[in-house]
């Protein structure tokens, strides 16, 4: 039963050393792909703000005509 448990945690550690090598292999060889995907979030994210800043704005113009 130990025997069989040990090897199943070796097993289970390989896994996981193969994915984390995949994963940073990934990202090493496509690493111009994860700073663009980067930029685009970031940049999108800015024009959400710069949206929801305007029409902050907007509402706060209106409610003052109206006071």
Not at 12 to 40: G, P, S
Request: hydrophobic letters at 65%; a negative charge.
């Amino acid at each position: 039963m130990g025997a069989l448990k040990s090897i199943e945690l070796l097993e289970w550690n390989d896994d996981r050393e193969k994915w984390r090598f995949l994963i940073a292999n990934a990202v090493y060889r496509d690493r111009e792909v994860v700073v663009v995907v980067v930029v685009v979030v970031v940049v999108v994210e800015m024009i959400i703000v710069f949206v929801v800043v305007i029409v902050e704005i907007a509402a706060a113009e209106t409610t003052t005509e109206i006071a």
